[in-house]
T-cell receptor
Framework: GENVEQHPSTLSVQEGDSAVIKCTYS??????FPWYKQELGKGPQLIID?????GEKKDQRIAVTLNKTAKHFSLHITETQPEDSAVYFC??????????FGKGTKLSVKP | DAEITQSPRHKITETGRQVTLACHQT?????MFWYRQDLGHGLRLIHY???????NKGEVSDGYSVSRSNTEDLPLTLESAASSQTSVYFC????????????FGQGTRLTVV
């Protein structure tokens, strides 16, 4: 079945540094790759997504890159701030539209 | 504002009891999903529905069932609760089958003792 691998599981950075989280997927037919942020005690919330017809998408300090040939995509957060501390999940929209999630990355931004 | 709500937020139940978790969305979305979240496993899909009277099994569907009698609701039933079903459960909804944002509820923390 579909599988999403996400690394690292934990990431600690200093405020102002960049953070990168990487995911690989298995379904060659997949064409939608969202990233979700989950704060403590809340449900996940979409922060950015990318479709297979583009290789990169940027929204202020957040960017996502996609390499369909290698079947991997990455989240880049620049100029990190303490409020970026959360658990981040990548997901594969798959060929049937269900979101299959990675296991998550706990990001800690130290002031 | 449109929203998705889960109830209850917390529940403690005994092994063997039947439990139903409610999920209600006011976006008029066709698609609804149930996930469970456990440490080390992330979010795993339990069941999903693409519309009224449509239900499908996800990755971890054993011991769970859903029904979709209207657009707004997708209740999740644990037929006979087991300790392995202690988890945080999230409901989500989205507009169409592919390539659209899924909106999540706040979660239900279920403890089976």
């Amino acid at each position: 079945g579909e599988n999403v691998e996400q690394h690292p599981s934990t990431l600690s950075v200093q405020e102002g540094d960049s953070a990168v989280i990487k995911c690989t997927y298995s379904d060659s037919a997949s064409n939608y790759f969202p990233w979700y942020k989950q704060e403590l005690g809340k449900g996940p919330q979409l922060i950015i997504d990318i479709r297979s017809n583009v290789g990169e998408k940027k929204d202020q300090r957040i960017a996502v890159t996609l390499n369909k040939t290698a079947k991997h995509f990455s989240l880049h957060i620049t100029e990190t701030q303490p409020e970026d501390s959360a658990v981040y999940f990548c997901a594969d929209g798959g060929s049937q539209g269900n979101l299959i999630f990675g296991k998550g990355t706990k990001l800690s931004v130290k002031p | 504002d449109a929203e998705i709500t889960q109830s209850p937020r917390h529940k403690i139940t005994e092994t063997g009891r039947q439990v139903t978790l409610a999920c209600h969305q006011t976006w008029n979305h066709n698609n609804m999903f149930w996930y469970r979240q456990d440490l080390g496993h992330g979010l795993r899909l339990i069941h999903y529905s693409y519309g009224v009277q449509d239900t499908n099994k996800g990755e971890v569907s054993d011991g769970y069932s859903v029904s979709r009698s209207n657009t707004e609701d997708l209740p999740l039933t644990l037929e006979s609760a087991a300790s392995s079903q202690t988890s945080v459960y999230f409901c989500a909804s989205s507009e169409s089958a592919e390539n659209t944002e899924a909106f999540f509820g706040q979660g239900t923390r279920l403890t089976v003792v």
